[in-house]
């Protein structure tokens, strides 16, 4: 066979371990002149090769003590290449690196025995009469909310002219300060929402009292609820367990829920851990794909598509035309499509249709495209330049598709986020800051050394320590062997301030705001000092 026969073969059967064509030239020439043996031959100069037994006991060993050490710092400590290290933890030890995997906390075996049981119980009375546990079910928890939350990007997009500029608005954060937030809900909905006042704590007397305005809720929101007894859950915090507090559960006639010490909470944004809930939206039977179930839901309380594009929605998630026309009649009510068109419109869709539109067609009777309806929708944009179609629709009794032509079309504007800027100016501001970048770029013109002594500084807001990272928990492992874990930690909820001045070849000063130390004239005074005594010691050639 022909070199190139060989390593077309090669390729076919061996893939991306094929030698290269020049190396089967090489080997092809050196078997016509009569050589016999398939190994290379020994020459001067040639290394040891390093997999030995001895090296691999001694990876082994260095492994077993430390699972994070990386295959870098072993070649520094046994001076092997590092490609022959990760062969032998490969191929020789069959070892792989692998990060932690998170839980919420690390069991001992008595808990885990413990939340094994209760498991249990609670499953059997979950299986006992599903129906009935489901409608007497009652959950609470509690998270931190803010005050206000900035306005988000699809809010603040407004109507503009493809020639105008992109409107613009400050950049937010949400508040600083937070407030505390606990909440009741069982199948049907929420029951009670209670914020904790300023200087308020959370204590047993503090939730003894929330369980009274949750009975006095069920009695006003659910009646003949309370005739059955109530399964209440709640989790094992300390102010629940309280003796006030289960005093007034047991006076409420709440039966409680068992639930494990650091088992997961039942917290309103994970209704999907419970799908027999879902069975409570007016009979609608969703599919188990928590996607799926989470746009249709948001779809379901929020309308956020037209009824056609609903229908189109329904049909590519394999949502039944039934349960469509179920939702559409909850959400739209009176204006919802009668059945013969959604079914229609399903099928159409089914087919593989794409556009929601209409058709053109013979007879279509005269649209609504007039000079006065452009005029009339113009002059609302101008008023109002983040109202909707739909809202622009409804006040002048068009249709959806003919108020979108308007705006597209015949205004040619088109719907765009405002764009993000530290802040909004005015023209004096303007000005004085063109003033202030004019006289700098000319400093920098006259004295091209300039910026080589320009010290600067700023100050920041830092942790006090950062949680370790996924590629910092990675271990090594052998295949036999379980993943490892690490409980799930938050970032350090104390914050110092840090100050910070620096040029162009690095930090010069920095220093931490003792704590209760305040930031005022005498303690900038005593961090000037410092840094002048910094800039004296580090840039002598600046000083």
Same mark, same amino acid.
């Given at each position: 066979?022909?070199?190139?026969?060989?390593?077309?073969?090669?390729?076919?059967?061996?893939?991306?371990?094929?030698?290269?064509? @020049?190396?089967?030239?090489?080997?092809?020439?050196?078997?016509?002149?009569?050589?016999?043996?398939?190994?290379?031959?020994?020459?001067?100069?040639?290394?040891?090769?390093?997999?030995?037994?001895?090296?691999?006991?001694?990876?082994?060993?260095?492994?077993?003590?430390?699972?994070?050490?990386?295959?870098?710092?072993?070649?520094?400590?046994?001076?092997?290449?590092?490609?022959?290290?990760?062969?032998?933890?490969?191929?020789?030890?069959?070892?792989?690196?692998?990060?932690?995997?998170?839980?919420?906390?690390?069991?001992?075996?008595?808990?885990?025995?413990? *939340?094994?049981?209760?498991?249990?119980?609670?499953?059997?009375?979950?299986?006992?009469?599903?129906?009935?546990?489901?409608? *007497?079910?009652?959950?609470?928890?509690?998270?931190?909310?803010?005050?206000?939350?900035?306005?988000?990007?699809?809010?603040?997009?407004?109507?503009?002219?493809?020639?105008?500029?992109?409107?613009?608005?400050?950049?937010?954060?949400?508040?600083?300060?937070?407030?505390?937030?606990?909440?009741?809900?069982?199948?049907?909905?929420?029951?009670?929402?209670?914020?904790?006042?300023?200087?308020?704590?959370?204590?047993? $007397?503090?939730?003894?009292? &929330?369980?009274?305005?949750?009975?006095?809720?069920?009695?006003?929101?659910?009646?003949?609820?309370?005739?059955?007894?109530?399964?209440?859950?709640?989790?094992?915090?300390?102010?629940?367990?309280? &003796?006030?507090?289960?005093?007034?559960?047991?006076?409420?006639?709440?039966?409680?829920?068992?639930?494990?010490?650091? @088992?997961?909470?039942?917290?309103?944004?994970?209704?999907?851990?419970?799908?027999?809930?879902?069975?409570?939206?007016?009979?609608?039977?969703?599919?188990?794909?928590?996607?799926?179930?989470?746009?249709?839901?948001?779809?379901?309380?929020?309308?956020?598509?037209?009824?056609?594009?609903?229908?189109?929605?329904?049909?590519? $998630?394999?949502?039944?035309?039934?349960?469509?026309?179920?939702?559409?009649?909850?959400?739209?009510?009176?204006?919802?499509?009668?059945?013969?068109?959604?079914?229609?419109?399903?099928?159409?869709?089914?087919?593989?249709?794409?556009?929601?539109?209409?058709?053109?067609?013979?007879?279509?009777?005269?649209?609504?495209?007039?000079?006065?309806?452009?005029?009339?929708?113009?002059?609302?944009? &101008?008023?109002?330049?983040?109202?909707?179609?739909?809202?622009?629709?409804?006040?002048?009794?068009?249709?959806?598709? @003919?108020?979108?032509?308007?705006?597209?079309?015949? &205004?040619?504007?088109?719907?765009?986020?405002?764009?993000?800027?530290?802040?909004?100016? $005015?023209?004096?501001?303007?000005?004085?800051?063109?003033?202030?970048?004019?006289?700098?770029?000319?400093?920098?013109?006259?004295?091209?050394?300039?910026?080589?002594?320009?010290?600067?500084?700023?100050?920041?807001?830092?942790?006090?320590?950062?949680?370790?990272?996924?590629?910092?928990?990675?271990?090594?492992?052998?295949?036999?062997?379980?993943?490892?874990?690490?409980?799930?930690?938050?970032?350090?909820?104390?914050?110092?301030?840090?100050?910070?001045?620096?040029?162009?070849?690095?930090?010069?000063?920095?220093?931490?705001?003792?704590?209760?130390?305040?930031?005022?004239?005498?303690?900038?005074?005593?961090?000037?000092?410092?840094?002048?005594?910094?800039?004296?010691?580090?840039?002598?050639?600046?000083?």
């Amino acid at each position: 066979m022909s070199p190139k026969e060989i390593y077309e073969d090669m390729v076919d059967t061996l893939r991306e371990d094929a030698p290269s064509y @020049s190396a089967v030239k090489k080997w092809v020439a050196a078997f016509k002149l009569g050589r016999i043996s398939t190994e290379d031959e020994h020459r001067p100069g040639r290394p040891v090769e390093s997999v030995t037994q001895e090296n691999i006991e001694k990876i082994h060993d260095l492994v077993m003590l430390d699972r994070r050490m990386t295959v870098r710092q072993i070649e520094e400590t046994l001076g092997i290449p590092k490609t022959t290290v990760d062969r032998i933890m490969r191929e020789h030890l069959g070892l792989r690196k692998l990060s932690a995997c998170w839980v919420p906390k690390l069991l001992t075996p008595d808990q885990k025995a413990v *939340r094994r049981k209760l498991s249990s119980d609670n499953l059997a009375l979950f299986e006992a009469n599903p129906e009935e546990f489901v409608n *007497r079910f009652v959950t609470m928890d509690e998270t931190w909310a803010h005050h206000f939350t900035p306005e988000s990007k699809q809010q603040s997009m407004q109507w503009r002219h493809s020639d105008s500029p992109p409107p613009k608005k400050a950049k937010t954060v949400p508040s600083a300060g937070k407030v505390m937030v606990s909440v009741f809900w069982d199948s049907e909905g929420v029951l009670l929402l209670d914020f904790l006042n300023k200087g308020q704590t959370i204590n047993g $007397n503090y939730y003894a009292n &929330l369980v009274k305005q949750l009975r006095e809720a069920i009695k006003e929101k659910r009646r003949g609820k309370l005739s059955r007894k109530i399964v209440y859950h709640q989790d094992n915090a300390p102010s629940h367990r309280s &003796l006030q507090a289960m005093a007034a559960i047991y006076d409420s006639v709440f039966e409680l829920l068992p639930h494990a010490h650091y @088992s997961p909470d039942l917290a309103p944004s994970d209704f999907h851990l419970f799908p027999h809930l879902k069975k409570s939206l007016s009979g609608i039977h969703f599919r188990s794909d928590k996607e799926v179930f989470w746009s249709v839901f948001d779809f379901y309380l929020l309308k956020k598509m037209d009824q056609r594009t609903c229908i189109k929605f329904c049909v590519k $998630n394999e949502i039944k035309c039934a349960d469509a026309f179920r939702m559409l009649t909850v959400a739209y009510g009176e204006a919802t499509l009668d059945r013969s068109n959604v079914y229609r419109w399903y099928k159409m869709f089914s087919e593989g249709r794409e556009d929601v539109n209409d058709e053109e067609r013979v007879g279509r009777p005269s649209t609504s495209t007039t000079d006065e309806k452009i005029n009339e929708v113009e002059k609302m944009i &101008l008023a109002n330049r983040r109202i909707t179609v739909r809202e622009v629709a409804e006040d002048l009794n068009i249709s959806i598709g @003919s108020c979108r032509s308007f705006f597209i079309n015949d &205004l040619g504007m088109r719907r765009v986020a405002a764009k993000f800027v530290p802040k909004l100016l $005015n023209c004096d501001q303007k000005q004085h800051r063109m003033n202030i970048a004019n006289e700098m770029l000319d400093s920098v013109r006259d004295d091209p050394n300039l910026l080589q002594r320009v010290i600067t500084g700023d100050e920041a807001w830092v942790y006090g320590y950062d949680v370790e990272t996924k590629a910092q928990s990675s271990q090594w492992k052998l295949q036999h062997e379980p993943r490892p874990k690490k409980a799930r930690q938050v970032r350090s909820n104390v914050k110092v301030l840090l100050t910070v001045f620096f040029d162009c070849r690095g930090v010069v000063h920095h220093e931490f705001l003792p704590q209760g130390r305040t930031v005022n004239k005498e303690y900038c005074l005593q961090v000037m000092r410092n840094f002048r005594e910094a800039i004296r010691q580090k840039r002598p050639d600046l000083w």
